[in-house]
């Protein structure tokens, strides 16, 4: 809603205001040498998190993702070397693998009422 979203931009905006706050009291302290020191830290501080940290984790989240976390098509219907496409007359048949996906994506009760009212996989029988 977007009162909510007014009272977390709300808080936000004190937050920031908070260490503005903080970073002002403290740099009142700093001697020449710690300001530059200081400005050198946050370039380099800032330049790793946008150009290491990030880059290295889209890699190897996307290598864990390919790696790792299979889809239904790796899972469910397995690759034949030189298997053209399925015919319907394959499809039609439950030890098909392409017939699994089908149980699979329509459930096996939205399956049973369907071959009742006289439909198969592919269209009207």
Avoid: K
């Amino acid at each position: 809603p977007p009162q909510v979203a007014w009272a977390v931009y709300g808080m936000a905006y004190m937050w920031f205001a908070l260490c503005i706050y903080f970073i002002l009291l403290h740099g009142l302290r700093f001697t020449p040498s710690m300001e530059a020191a200081w400005i050198i830290a946050s370039v380099v501080s800032i330049v790793q998190e946008l150009l290491i940290q990030q880059v290295l984790g889209l890699v190897f989240n996307t290598a864990f993702r390919q790696l790792f976390v299979p889809t239904v098509t790796r899972t469910v219907v397995p690759v034949q070397e030189g298997g053209g496409p399925a015919s319907v007359q394959d499809i039609g048949d439950p030890s098909h693998p392409q017939a699994r996906v089908r149980r699979v994506r329509r459930g096996s009760q939205s399956d049973a009422a369907s071959q009742a009212a006289g439909f198969s996989a592919v269209g009207p029988s």
